[in-house]
């Protein structure tokens, strides 16, 4: 079994639809992190967060320690959001990340 | 700042020959690691480091190995290829501290073995 689990794998939406992409995690945490990553390019970190909610333009990431899960909104989505957006948790025993597989966005113009 | 940089981006190996992937950060950061990504998998962990001179296996070291002689570099060695270890490698690093776990990539390296 996983330490993250991320839905949904794949996700395509149309231009302007509000997008979720949740993320449950089994370890306990220092920290949540939600990363995106371009077809063929590196890793970018969008927010790293432990209680509460964070935004970043169209953006917004929340979290709930006591359900041990966190979600990514994307609000008003564009083609160029289309990339992987893969959730880590930082765990609070030792000095490992664990990740996600990632969910693939498509956005259509 | 540069960051996180790799090198090579691409390389192709044969079955049974050794090569050594570069990763260096200019953020004087403690914290650094190496990671693989398989298609359709999340990234795992192979090597870390706390320090120079401080390293320690992840979750999937066979086939590697590392060393950490300066706070800059952290390369990782790959002795004797296998086509299992076709896949895409990346270094990041973080600092200490409260607030630090936020870890900065580098650009990856594509590996195939052949």
């Known amino acids: 079994k996983n330490e993250v689990e991320q839905s949904p794998q794949n996700l395509t939406a149309q231009e302007g639809e509000f997008i979720t992409i949740n993320c449950s995690y089994s370890v306990g945490i220092s920290a949540l992190h939600w990363l995106q990553q371009h077809p063929g390019g590196g890793i970018v970190s969008l927010f790293m967060?432990?209680?509460g909610k964070k935004k970043h333009g169209r953006l917004i990431a929340t979290i709930n320690i006591q359900e041990k899960h966190s979600s990514l909104h994307i609000t008003a989505s564009h083609p160029r959001d289309s990339a992987v957006y893969i959730c880590?948790?930082?765990?609070?025993?030792?000095?490992?990340?664990?990740f996600g597989t990632g969910t693939s966005l498509t956005v259509i113009p | 700042n540069a960051g996180v940089t790799q090198t090579p981006k691409f390389r192709i190996l044969k079955i049974g020959q050794s090569m050594t992937l570069q990763c260096t950060q200019d953020?004087?950061?403690?914290?650094m690691y190496w990671y693989r990504q398989d298609p359709g998998m999340g990234l795992k962990l192979i090597y870390y480091s706390v320090g120079a001179g401080i390293t320690d296996k992840g979750e999937v070291p066979n086939g590697y190995n590392v060393s950490r002689s300066t706070t800059e570099d952290f390369p990782l060695r790959l002795e004797l290829a296998a086509p299992s270890q076709t896949s895409v490698y990346f270094c990041?690093?973080?600092?200490?501290?409260?607030?630090?776990?936020?870890?900065?990539f580098g650009p990856g390296t594509r590996l195939t073995v052949t």
């Open positions: 990041a690093s973080r600092g200490v501290g409260t607030g630090s776990y936020e870890q900065y």
């Open positions: 953020m004087n950061h403690n914290y």
């Open positions: 967060l432990s209680s």
């Open positions: 880590a948790v930082s765990a609070n025993t030792g000095n490992q990340f664990y």
